[in-house]
Each structure stands twice: as structure tokens, then as C-alpha cells.
């Protein structure tokens, strides 16, 4: 193990046993306090100083996923799913690329550098039957901002993934024909082919989605998903 791999684990690590396990004190719309499922957000912060010749690069570096209480199977396996969720992306690009840039022979633009790459994780919906889980990344090494989402959706009783159909009521079809009238509704003229190709190439399990607090399906995208540049999408399905 190397010296920067040690010292982050050893970081992560004491994050973890020091965190205070603090129940989530959300409030969604139409859930009450009995329905909903404690739950802990545990954070591992890798952040950390660069320094090299061509100065100094403070890297932002976090990733946060929910673990629900309990030792049902269900619950284990929902823990299981998101903590995969969260672990989707790792941190070494962030840390390779500050240190190639503070390593280089022209000096860095700014005095104040900072890089990022965070992933952040939000309950968004919880019935007591079902609960949606919100896990977003952002990512910015010095110049353009990207977003990217891992979001999870389970049934509370059986601990499997809940897919679109089901969550929304609504037909694959229509789905899809609603993200496409909302994104030439939003960009017109800039919606691009790709985005109505990329849509209507989407399997059910391939949903990037999460429930609102309204019981509402939210579908995301990824910055270059619709090939209309670095942003961050969401679509209502109503």
C-alpha cells in the first residue's frame, strides 16, 4: 500500500468510527415520522493539500452514502446496494490529476486552487414501503463542472430495486416520449438527435432515477448523456 493510499484509508477510517450516528431528520410530504426508516449518512473525507513545484491544489474530495437501521435482510441488502452505489466511482482521478498539474513546470493560474470531486446522498422519498435514494457527484479538476448520478429506489420489504414502471405507474413508452417532449420543451432547437437516440435506447433497469418528496419519478442524466454539454439534467415523469 502506498504512503497516500495509507493515509487515506487510515482517514477514512477513523471518519467512520469518530462519525456521530445521528438520525436523519428529513421531512417528506405525506410520510410520517412512525413510517419512516432510520437512517445514518456516513461521509469519508479524503480531502487533502497537493504541493509541488508549480505550487499548491486543495482537493474537496468526499463521499457520502445512507445506511438504513435495522438486520432484516431487506435492509441488509438495500445497505449492500447503495454502499455499491456509492463506490461507483473512485477518487484516484481527482489526486492523478492534481499531482501531474502541481508537478509541471509553468505555475499554477491562482494563488487559491481547489479541486473537486464530491459525492453527496440525500433520502428523497420514504412510505414505509419504498425508499428513494439520491447519490450525486460533482467533479471539477480546475475548469469545467461535471455531474454525474447513482441513484437507488428499493422496496423496504424485500430490499429489491424498484423499477420505473412500477414507481411511476406509468408505461415504458410513455416515459420515454415525455423525457423527449420536455427536453425539446427546455432547449428547442439545441435538443439534440443524440438525446432522442439515447433516450430511446434506455432499458427499464437503465433509469437513472429518484422519487420526490411529491411521489413523483425524477429521471437523470449524466453531464454528456444527451450530448448537449456539461450540466446537470432532471425530468419529472408526470
Known amino acids: 500500500m502506498t504512503q497516500r493510499k495509507m493515509k487515506k484509508a487510515i482517514k477514512a477510517l477513523a471518519l467512520v468510527l469518530c462519525m456521530v450516528m445521528a438520525v436523519s431528520v428529513f421531512e ?13 449518512i456516513i461521509k469519508e473525507d479524503y480531502s487533502d493539500v497537493i504541493s509541488g513545484a508549480a505550487g499548491k491544489i486543495t482537493v474537496m474530495c468526499y463521499r ?11 435492509v441488509k441488502k438495500i ?7 456509492a463506490n461507483k466511482y473512485g477518487i484516484d482521478d481527482v489526486f ?26 440525500d433520502r428523497t422519498y420514504d412510505d414505509g414501503k419504498t425508499i428513494s435514494v439520491r447519490i450525486f457527484r460533482l467533479t471539477n479538476f480546475g475548469g469545467v463542472t461535471n455531474y454525474l448520478y447513482a441513484n437507488g429506489n428499493y422496496d423496504l420489504k424485500t430490499g429489491k430495486s424498484v423499477k420505473i414502471t412500477k414507481a411511476s405507474g406509468k408505461s415504458l413508452e ?3 416520449e415525455r423525457l423527449i417532449s420536455n427536453i ?21 433497469n437503465q433509469f437513472n432515477y429518484y422519487i420526490n418528496a411529491d411521489g413523483l419519478c425524477v429521471v437523470c442524466f449524466d453531464s454528456y448523456d444527451l450530448g448537449m454539454g456539461p450540466s446537470w439534467y432532471e425530468y419529472i415523469i408526470e
Open 64 to 74: 457520502e452514502r445512507l445506511s438504513l437501521a435495522g438486520k432484516t435482510k431487506a
Open 184 to 204: 425539446h420543451a427546455d432547449y428547442g432547437d439545441d435538443a439534440t438527435e443524440e438525446a432522442e437516440a439515447y433516450i430511446n435506447g434506455l432499458k427499464e
Open 28 to 40: 417528506y410530504a405525506g410520510v410520517s415520522a412512525k413510517e419512516r426508516k432510520p437512517v445514518t
Open 79 to 85: 445497505n449492500k446496494a447503495i454502499k455499491k452505489l
Open 174 to 176: 410513455y416515459i420515454k
Open 96 to 121: 492523478e490529476y492534481a499531482e501531474s498539474r502541481v508537478a509541471d513546470e509553468y505555475p499554477l493560474d491562482y494563488d487559491n486552487n481547489v479541486y473537486y470531486d464530491t459525492m453527496d446522498c
